[in-house]
C-alpha cells in the first residue's frame, strides 16, 4: 500500500492511550479486548511507548499453533525457553524483560498455560495482553480480572476519527467519500484502511472481513454463507442441497466473492 501514515501515530484514541499508560505507570497490568482489526495491537504498542521503557517485548499467540506452551515468549525473546512449569518460564522470561514493557498479543490463541505464565509475568514486568472476544478470549478474561488486572474493551474509532483514517491513508479522498468510508468500515480501522485503498482489488480487505467473519458463531456464519450463495436475502432454514460445514465456509471462493461484492 502507499500513502500510509507512519504507523505509531494513533488517530483518536486519547482516552484509551491514557488509560493503558496510566495502568502500566501503576504498574497494573491490563487486558485490551476487541474484534479484529479494532486497533488493539496498535494501542498496546504506542501505550508501550507512552510508559517509555528501555525496551518493549511483543509475542503473541497463532492460530495453528494454540497448542504450543509458552509460544508469546518464545516469538519475544527470539531464544530457546528453559524447561518447566509456568513459574520457570515467568522467571526467565522476567530475567530477560527487566526494566522492559511486555506486549502478550492474542490470547485467544494461547493454552492455559501461556495463560498462567503471563499471570505470573505480570507479577515482576508490566504487561499489556490482549485477546478478542471469542469464547476462549472470555474465559482467559475471567481469569485475568479474577487476578486484578484491568480490562479495556476497545471500541470501533468513532466516525470523524475514522474519516481521518481514511484521509491519511488516501488524500485523494473527497471529504463526503472519506466519511462514506468510516461508515462502510463501522470505524474498524482495518477495513477503513483497506476501504480507502480499494480501488480495482479489494483482495486484502475480503481477507480482512473473512477474519471477522470468522468469529461470529456457526449459525450466524451458516445464515450468510447462505445469502453468499443464495446473493438474496433467504429464511432461515436451509433449503436442501445448499447445507454447507463451518469448513467449507472456511474455504468458500463464493464468500470471498461477496466478501469482495460488499465492499464495491
Ligand atoms: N487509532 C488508529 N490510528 C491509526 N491507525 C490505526 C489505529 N488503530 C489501528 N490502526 C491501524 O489499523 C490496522 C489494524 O490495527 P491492529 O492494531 O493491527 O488491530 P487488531 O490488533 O485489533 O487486530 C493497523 O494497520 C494499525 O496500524
Ligand atoms: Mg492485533
Redesign the pocket.
Known amino acids: 500500500m502507499t500513502d500510509q501514515p507512519p504507523e505509531d501515530q494513533l488517530i483518536g484514541r486519547a482516552r484509551e492511550l491514557e488509560r493503558v499508560a496510566d495502568a502500566l505507570a501503576a504498574g497494573r497490568p491490563v487486558l485490551i479486548v476487541g474484534e479484529?482489526g479494532v486497533g488493539?495491537?496498535?494501542l498496546a504498542r504506542a501505550g508501550a511507548r507512552a510508559a517509555d521503557p528501555p525496551r518493549i517485548w511483543e509475542g503473541?499467540g497463532i492460530a495453528t499453533l494454540d497448542w504450543m506452551s509458552y509460544l508469546p515468549f518464545r516469538r519475544a525473546l527470539g531464544l530457546p525457553l528453559p524447561d518447566g512449569d509456568a513459574s520457570v518460564i515467568a522467571d526467565f522470561v522476567a530475567d530477560h524483560a527487566d526494566g522492559g514493557v511486555f506486549i502478550v498479543?492474542?490470547l485467544q490463541w494461547v493454552d492455559r498455560d501461556t495463560v498462567t505464565a503471563t499471570l505470573l509475568l505480570a507479577d515482576r514486568v508490566p504487561v499489556v495482553a490482549?485477546t478478542r472476544p471469542l469464547p476462549r478470549g472470555d474465559d482467559i478474561r475471567t481469569l485475568l480480572v479474577e487476578a486484578g488486572w484491568g480490562v479495556l474493551e476497545l471500541a470501533p474509532l468513532d466516525e470523524q476519527d475514522a474519516a481521518q483514517l481514511a484521509t491519511a491513508h488516501n488524500p485523494r479522498l473527497a471529504r463526503a467519500d472519506a466519511r462514506s468510508v468510516a461508515r462502510r468500515a463501522g470505524g474498524n480501522p482495518l477495513l477503513v484502511q483497506g476501504l480507502a485503498h480499494a480501488r480495482g482489488d479489494t483482495t486484502e480487505l475480503a481477507l480482512a472481513l473473512r477474519a471477522r467473519l470468522a468469529d461470529l458463531p456457526a449459525e450466524a456464519r451458516a445464515a450468510l454463507h447462505r445469502i453468499a450463495i443464495l446473493e438474496r436475502p433467504a429464511p432461515l432454514d436451509l433449503p436442501p442441497g445448499t447445507s454447507t460445514t463451518s469448513s467449507t465456509w472456511a474455504s468458500s471462493p463464493r464468500l470471498t466473492k461477496a466478501c469482495r461484492s460488499a465492499t464495491h
Open positions: 479484529p488493539k495491537t496498535a503473541g498479543d492474542d490482549i
